[in-house]
Nanobody, 114 residues
């Protein structure tokens, strides 16, 4: 069974940056296609960034040009570099596969103040 542990969130002013990490442990050989999801207050969980095997990345329109997803297989870790943060980026961020086959982690809270 795979466990996912997210970290790196916090409180930041608009325009600031954060780097989220997601460490995968358990019965996992290699991280292939992984994604970052977020759940903003009052909204459903949405997928914001995807990295597929081969290195292709896609982003939801609202984060394009500001967020970057990457994977370090040596560390079984997925990263999300978030720059130029906006108050509407506030939410709980999770990583998982596509589809989200693994048990959800606890997520990491990101709060962006205006």
């Amino acid at each position: 069974q795979v466990q996912l542990v997210e970290s790196g969130g916090g409180l930041v002013q608009a325009g600031g940056s954060l780097r989220l990490s997601c460490v995968a442990s358990g019965s996992i050989f290699r991280l292939n296609t992984m994604a970052w999801y977020r759940q903003c207050p009052g909204k459903q969980r949405e997928m914001v960034a995807v990295r597929r095997s081969g290195g292709v990345t896609t982003y939801t329109d609202s984060v394009k040009g500001r967020f970057t997803i990457s994977i370090d297989n040596a560390k079984n870790t997925v990263y999300l570099q978030m720059n130029s943060l906006k108050p509407e980026d506030t939410g709980v961020y999770y990583c998982n596969g596509i589809p989200p086959l693994y048990n959800w982690g606890q997520g990491t809270q990101v709060t962006v103040s205006s």
